[in-house]
């Protein structure tokens, strides 16, 4: 009878760390799930803009607080803090490699609103494979998923 009670306990035991491995694996947001690549950006109201070809701007979100991905030729890693609809990066930190296009006064503008608008979050949402993050100055980029 004893053995049989261990036995039954162990059981419940094994179950019960399934469950919370399960717990821990749904309570990523959507956000971490996934790696992103920016195709628009613009003012929440009016059109967007699409990138200066050639340009690539990238996120992935570790789920531990952290966030890297690239600005065109640099690359850039930060901490966040996220819930299911706020979204901040703190202490952002980009390299300075010379991109090719760098003179191009299109470009710089398209950087500097993109950099600024990451360091400004207030808020972000998820839809179908797109992640939409606004920006306290009303800048809103689009983001798509990537493999």
Same mark, same amino acid.
């Not at 959507?30 to 920016?38: F, I, M, V």
């Not at 640099?74 to 991109?99: H, P, Q």
């Given at each position: 009878? !004893?053995?049989?009670?261990?036995?039954? /306990?162990? +059981?419940? @035991?094994?179950?019960?760390? +399934? %469950?919370?491995?399960?717990?821990?694996?749904?309570? #990523? /947001?959507? $956000?971490? *799930?996934?790696?992103?690549? $920016?195709?628009?950006?613009?003012?929440?109201?009016?059109? #967007?803009?699409? @990138?200066? =070809?050639?340009?690539?701007? &990238? $996120?992935?979100?570790?789920? !531990? =607080?952290?966030? =890297?991905? =690239?600005?065109? +030729?640099?690359?850039?890693?930060?901490?966040?803090? !996220?819930? %299911?609809?706020? @979204?901040?990066?703190?202490?952002?930190?980009?390299?300075?490699?010379? +991109?090719?296009?760098?003179?191009?006064? &299109?470009?710089?503008? *398209?950087?500097?609103?993109?950099?600024? !608008?990451?360091?400004?979050? *207030?808020?972000?949402?998820?839809?179908?494979?797109? $992640?939409?993050?606004?920006?306290?100055?009303?800048?809103?980029?689009?983001?798509?998923? &990537? %493999?």
């Amino acid at each position: 009878m !004893a053995h049989r009670i261990s036995i039954i /306990l162990s +059981c419940i @035991l094994l179950l019960s760390g +399934c %469950e919370l491995e399960n717990e821990s694996t749904d309570s #990523k /947001l959507p $956000l971490e *799930q996934q790696n992103w690549s $920016l195709k628009s950006y613009g003012f929440q109201m009016g059109e #967007k803009n699409n @990138l200066v =070809s050639g340009s690539n701007y &990238t $996120l992935v979100f570790d789920g !531990a =607080s952290r966030v =890297s991905g =690239s600005f065109d +030729c640099n690359s850039f890693f930060s901490k966040y803090t !996220a819930d %299911e609809v706020r @979204l901040s990066i703190e202490g952002m930190v980009i390299t300075r490699a010379f +991109c090719s296009h760098a003179d191009n006064e &299109t470009f710089q503008s *398209q950087h500097e609103t993109i950099r600024d !608008a990451l360091m400004t979050i *207030q808020t972000y949402s998820i839809s179908g494979y797109e $992640l939409t993050i606004n920006s306290t100055d009303s800048t809103q980029l689009i983001y798509t998923e &990537t %493999e």
